[in-house]
């Protein structure tokens, strides 16, 4: 199975920039598509797609967040970070089966 | 507006079946491959298996094969996960999720439905 590896946790102040990275134990990326994909989730809630294959924007998502990255190695960035985007924050690969994320990392405001 | 919304977890004792549905609106549900995802707060997001739009591919996680069966009633707009011979490992929250049309990423999902397996 692919392992996707990201930091537990990011502190960053409000109004500022935060990079979540996510590295992959092989490439995920074909010559059509970086098969990345990017997931928030709030407590007590569902999650919710963000950014799908590396640096898309899903549908209804704000333009503050991005992502970039291929072969193994994928960014979101959030800029600016708000109050609202305190979350844990997953990647998800489907270059093979099974789909597999990552463990999430916490965005914590400094 | 998209919505799915699953039923039938439960408590459930090891060995024993449950079934679990999810029902969809807001999209033409036929369009669309989908997915039903576990979490726990131990292992985390986990992917448990997927179905093509008219039901006719289905894949799993290997440890849920030959156990779990993924099905899909388009006339209904419902989908489902028959769960057989039921572990201790298989308590989870499971969400049901529409998937993209290349079936890769989950798009919309399900509040979710909680699965406990124990004596």
């Known amino acids: 199975d692919i392992v996707l590896t990201q930091s537990p946790a990011l502190a960053v102040s409000l109004g500022q920039r935060a990079t979540i990275s996510c590295r992959a134990s092989?490439?995920?990326?074909?010559?059509?598509?970086?098969?990345m994909h990017w997931y928030q989730q709030k407590p007590g809630e569902q999650p919710k797609l963000l950014i799908y294959?590396?640096?898309n924007l899903a549908s209804g998502i704000p333009v503050r967040f991005s992502g970039s990255g291929s072969g193994t190695d994928f960014t979101l960035t959030i800029n600016p970070v708000q109050a609202d985007d305190i979350a844990t924050y997953y990647c998800?690969?489907?270059?093979?089966?099974?789909?597999?994320f990552g463990s999430g990392t916490k965005l914590e405001i400094k | 507006e998209v919505q799915l919304v699953e039923s039938g977890g439960g408590l459930v004792q090891p060995g024993r079946s449950l079934k679990l549905s999810c029902a969809a609106s807001?999209?033409?549900?036929?369009?669309?491959?989908m997915a039903w995802v576990r979490q726990t707060p131990t292992k985390g997001l986990e992917w448990v298996a997927s179905i093509s739009t008219g039901g006719g591919n289905t894949y799993y996680r290997d440890s849920v094969k030959g156990r779990f069966t993924i099905s899909r009633d388009n006339a209904k707009n419902t989908q489902y996960l028959q769960m057989d011979s039921l572990r201790s490992e298989d308590t989870a929250t499971y969400y049901c999720?529409?998937?993209?049309?290349?079936?890769?990423?989950?798009?919309?999902w399900g509040q979710g439905t909680l699965v406990t397996v124990s004596s």
């Open positions: 998800q690969q489907s270059r093979e089966l099974p789909f597999t």
């Open positions: 999720a529409r998937q993209d049309k290349r079936l890769h990423w989950f798009a919309y």
């Open positions: 294959d590396a640096s």
């Open positions: 807001g999209f033409t549900f036929s369009n669309y491959g």
């Open positions: 092989q490439s995920v990326s074909t010559s059509s598509y970086n098969l």
